[in-house]
């Protein structure tokens, strides 16, 4: 498939290479068709970040590769591991949390010293 130069041609020549129609992939990503539409003809630049992820997962592609094709770029330094963990577990107790956290760090520390 030829590299895609916008948001626009990444979806459509995904899309095409899944061989599924607008209605398919709308309701294979819960994404309403209209929605994909405007997308594929350029119309919608900037879609929310998780129509485009749900548009990545029904395609079977990376949600990066649709990122980048709509000129969203990933940040040189990434955040730390907390608010990652705080958002996915904020369920457990402050003190598991903390108690995560440590681990995580541990394993880390751990490998950068093995390398």
Not at 92 to 104: N, Q, R, S, V, Y
Request: overall charge neutral.
């Amino acid at each position: 498939m030829k590299a895609p130069t916008s948001l626009a041609q990444a979806v459509y020549q995904s899309r095409q290479a899944a061989g599924v129609s607008l209605r398919d992939l709308a309701e294979r990503s819960g994404v309403n068709k209209a929605v994909i539409s405007r997308i594929e003809s350029g119309e919608r630049v900037q879609p929310r970040a998780d129509t485009l992820k749900r548009l990545a997962e029904a395609l079977s592609i990376a949600a990066e590769d649709l990122f980048a094709a709509a000129g969203w770029t990933v940040p040189a330094e990434l955040p730390s591991f907390q608010p990652y963990l705080r958002t996915k577990y904020g369920h457990l107790p402050p003190d598991k949390l903390t108690e995560l956290e440590g681990i995580f760090r541990r394993i880390a520390d751990e490998q950068t010293n093995q390398e």
